[in-house]
């Protein structure tokens, strides 16, 4: 499956009078698979199912069961500048991860998957990422995200979820959250990326078996211009073909790895 077959295949999850992205064929439309898909594919369509989708707060995400998801920083890198995009930007600012039980704890705090809960790498990635891409005025919170990046960085570069430790024992690096957090540190601090970089191009293939860590991976080879930056791409192409079955939201950064859509995704 080639760059422009990715693109079709994701375009076909494209809910029929909606525009929004579901994460499976049929499913209802979600902010995380839309904001990918229209990073991915600039699809104005994508766009205007997420301004519909914003809530009164700013953000966006989806309430289940108790608890909401908070996918605004990642929304924020797909909307277009005006109000929305302000409201959502002043949500990602003012909201942080949480490190004691009943108050915030001691910082860095970085950003949580849901409201009130623990800060954890990859959404701190994207807290980082969108206020460098679209209000780099806000220094104190990617000052604190970043500190947050280096106190989650597991021993010899890379990050895993966001616990470097467990019970006195190192825990390894992922590739995935590796390269979601090198998108966001790169350009800002060097020796952090380095060491991230570093594991990355020596541990990507040892998890190409999971396409989204493949993808991410080739995206964030791609930006750091790392000479296996071919390769990979080269590698995603092929295992979109061989996998049919795959969710928006791995054909969204195969797209992204691929195509124009990187752009949106380099604050180097």
Do not use: K
Request: charged content about 20%; some cysteine; hydrophobic content about 45%.
């Amino acid at each position: 499956m080639v760059a422009s077959e990715i693109v079709d295949a994701l375009l076909a999850r494209s809910r029929a009078g909606d525009g929004g992205f579901g994460s499976v064929p049929g499913a209802e439309s979600e902010p995380e698979s839309t904001a990918l898909a229209a990073i991915a594919l600039a699809d104005d369509n994508a766009v205007d199912w997420l301004l519909r989708a914003q809530r009164a707060d700013g953000s966006f995400g989806i309430d289940a069961g108790g608890v909401a998801s908070d996918d605004t920083a990642l929304t924020c890198l797909a909307l277009p500048d005006g109000p929305a995009l302000e409201h959502a930007l002043d949500h990602v600012e003012s909201t942080s991860g949480a490190n004691a039980v009943g108050g915030p704890g001691a910082p860095p705090y970085g950003w949580s998957w849901t409201i009130g809960a623990h800060g954890w790498t990859e959404p701190t990635a994207w807290g980082v990422l969108a206020l460098r891409q679209r209000r780099p005025t806000a220094t104190s919170r990617i000052d604190d995200g970043l500190a947050a990046l280096r106190a989650r960085a597991c021993v010899g570069g890379g990050w895993n979820y966001g616990t470097p430790e467990s019970f006195d024992v190192e825990q390894p690096p992922f590739v995935q959250t590796t390269a979601i957090a090198l998108l966001a540190t790169m350009g800002i601090d060097d020796p952090l990326t380095a060491s991230g970089h570093r594991m990355l191009h020596d541990r990507w293939r040892d998890e190409d078996a999971g396409f989204l860590s493949l993808a991410t991976a080739a995206a964030a080879l791609r930006v750091l211009a790392d000479p296996d930056a071919d390769e990979a791409a080269a590698l995603v192409e092929q295992r979109a073909s061989a996998t049919p079955e795959l969710g928006t939201i791995a054909l969204a950064w195969a797209s992204i790895a691929l195509g124009e859509g990187l752009r949106a995704l380099d604050a180097s």
